[in-house]
């Protein structure tokens, strides 16, 4: 599903738009100024900004050149100016399009729904959605052996990336620690079980917001491990 981050100080406008997105299965958030939409962008995964050129603070001249420093997916300017020279600047600064207001619910989808699959012929950065585990904010992507928590990424040795992995693909099932064991290290195993135990311990820091209370990987005390859906 891809993500949306609407930057517009106009409440209204900024629901109408989530509602318009998520009603054609997009994933929509909203920053409702400038400053709070760009610690959004460098913090959190986005497939596509849409930002209201007239922000407090940081406007969306800046927001989307500051934006275009760090990221190369498109950029829609929302303005309720028609003049070409603001249309020229936005351009020149990294937006890929504008849209006036006031706009039908059909022209903004149509544009972001065009700028995302022109996105993706150009750079082919989405993967097939086989390739993608997606489970209450923690996105698995298979083919480019990254994983991100609620929109921020999280850097899982090659062992711990396999691990999770394996557990999320079979989600509901109960693992022994032997089991585990014998599947993510194989032939190559030297030690004991126990390795299971520690690996499990540094993927919970890394993706859980409380390890004593997990709510991907639990512990089935006696038994093993389970990864929860």
Known sequence: MSRILIVEDDNSIAELEKDYLELSNFEAEIAADGETGLKMALEKEYDLFL?????????GFTLCSRIRERSNVPILLVTAKTEDIDKIRGLGLGADDYITKPFSPGELLARVKAHLQRYDRLTGVREEQGNIIEIRGL?????????????REVFLTSREYELLTYMAKNPNRVFSRQELFRNIWGMECVGDVATVTVHIKKIREKIELNISKPQYIETIWGVGYRFKV
């Open 51 to 59: 930002i209201d050129v007239m922000l407090p603070g940081l406007d």
């Open 139 to 151: 996105k698995i992507d298979q083919s480019a052996r990254r994983v991100w928590v609620d929109g």
